[in-house]
């Protein structure tokens, strides 16, 4: 996959992709992330790529020109095509089934937004698809960017050792992910539930099933009303609900 990122401040991305999984995957040859400064594509001497509002209001608004400019530009350099993603507190909101749509893609183009956001041209006339991380206001949609090529680049084939791993996290089954113990199995007098060290590869994956939608039920019930529970599942849950 190729990802393009056009911001007007490509220094916020140094870093984030140089560790952890990202790293091993630009390694491996699975991703490649190309950063673009939007003010390169500015037309004047001052690489101007924001102004005032049309019709008043407080704060600035990016241009359309510099944006398309650099979004035509840029989707040349490779023939592969995908979704032009506007990150912005309108898009739609992303999820876990958003991020396993955008990793099917051979190639994403992300564009953020800054200041009081883009001209509405941007999202009418050239953004394919808008995303937004959460219901509350950033600076920009760089970090949300940053959030976005994580969770799609995990999903890579070959970007996590385990594969395993990536099916059982959390939302990957529309539920929350049951706990995880580690060495020592006594801390404190706080025990690890003795499943977990009885080797029994079954009940271990009983229970974690249980766990999960016990969290689930607790934590995020709106997750749970569109998980598939099995009748059996249904009555443990209702009696262990009230039990809490």
Not at 20 to 46: F, K, L, N, P, Q
Not at 88 to 110: D, M, N, Y
Not at 152 to 169: C, K, Q, W
Request: with cysteine; aromatic share 6%.
């Amino acid at each position: 996959m190729r990802i393009d990122i056009l911001t007007i401040f490509p220094g916020m991305f140094v870093g984030p992709f140089d560790e952890s999984i990202v790293r091993r995957a630009r390694e491996r040859g699975i991703v490649s992330i190309h950063v673009h400064d939007i003010r390169a594509w500015a037309t004047d001497r001052h690489r101007t790529v924001d102004d005032y509002p049309y019709g008043g209001g407080p704060g600035m608004v990016m241009k359309p020109e510099p944006i398309f400019a650099a979004v035509e530009d840029v989707l040349a350099q490779d023939e592969r095509r995908g979704p032009i993603v506007l990150m912005t507190p309108i898009g739609r909101p992303f999820t876990q089934e958003v991020a396993q749509q955008l990793a099917s893609q051979e190639r994403l183009l992300i564009i953020c937004g800054h200041y009081e956001g883009v001209d509405a041209r941007v999202h009418r006339y050239l953004a394919t698809d808008e995303i937004s991380i959460g219901d509350y206001v950033l600076s920009g949609g760089e970090l949300p960017a940053m959030v976005l090529v994580d969770a799609v680049v995990r999903l890579l084939p070959g970007a996590v050792g385990d594969p395993e791993s990536v099916r059982s996290e959390s939302f990957a089954e529309g539920l929350l992910e049951a706990p995880h113990y580690t060495r020592p199995p006594d801390f404190r007098g706080w025990r690890v539930p003795e499943v977990l060290l009885s080797g029994h590869h079954q009940e271990v994956a009983r229970w974690r099933r249980r766990q999960s939608i016990l969290l689930t039920a607790r934590r995020r019930p709106d997750l749970l009303a569109r998980a598939l529970l099995t009748p059996d599942e249904q009555e443990w849950l209702a009696q262990n609900l009230e039990q809490a």
